[in-house]
């Protein structure tokens, strides 16, 4: 198999990069790094939330995301993650959601990296996996390039490598979560300009990115991309070695996936979402529509048993 470019990976989004999702990407690329939806150390510590994970063989191309800013509880967290087998620690400094922020975690650890500092250190007494940061380029009114310099040269006084850089400021309190994701406008320069600054660091860029076809040359030795929106509405865009007219690879990996959750729920609880993850993702071939109302039909009935005749009878084609 030709595997896609490491250069691009999978970013965190919640209710969205959850471990079905992760084994989806799996079936496409096993090689493609995906990072998994946020969670709170605490819920680390102290549910199984974990354990979902344990559908998949291996984690060593999944990233956690952890949130928090307790330093001992981050620590702790990570440890646990580690103990799973999750492949890098990465922890949420870019959130700006009403709940994060006023918990004092995500965005807000923009602004206090000193706090952050102490909460890697905690981390890196405990763990030995890479520890990477996502973040974005400013927050309100704090959108000087001195405030995102300031926290990698405070974070690199810990020995952080890598930053995934959102490139978008966020606003607290006058934009919702959604918002967020659009409204700030995209400054790519900026990221350029943090690399050209810490020549050292790995520096991810992420927003806006459609494609895994992006000409690297104008990305200013960025170490790489990172796809939200567009990779779950399109996860083939990860196995170059799948081309919008290898339909039959295409079905064939769902029909995997599906055999793996038949399997799956008749010894755990079904999962909706584990369809949601699916049910576009045949658009713009023949029999898509069909496709999309068998999906809703087995959430509906927690059955997958037409689903799987779907795809077998070829119902699905070429336009
Ligand atoms: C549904 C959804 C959930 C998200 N959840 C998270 C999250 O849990 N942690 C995080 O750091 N970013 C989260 N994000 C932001 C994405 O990781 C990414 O930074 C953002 O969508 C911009 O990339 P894109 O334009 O490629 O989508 C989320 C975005 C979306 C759309």
Redesign the pocket.
Known sequence: MVVSDMFYCV??????TDSFFCYLLNLVNKKTLVYT??MHAESIIRTNILENYNILNNLSNVAI?IAGSDPRRLALAAKKAENYGFNEINI?C??PSKRVVSGSFGINLLLNPSLVRECVEEIKNKVSKQVSI?TRIGVDSQTSDNVLDYFLIELNKEYINKYII?ARIAIRGKLNTKDN?SVPSLNYERVFRLKEKFKGNKIII????KNTDYNKEVFKNIDGIM????AYKNPWMFNKNINSNDIDKKKKIIYLYLSFLKNNFQKHLFNKNSLLHIQNIFNGYKGAKNWRQKVAIAIQNKDLNDLLKFIDCDNINRI
């Open positions: 970013a965190p989004m919640m209710g969205k939806e946020m995301q949420n870019g959130c996502k959102h994701l992420n927003g806006g990115f796809i939200g929106r567009e």
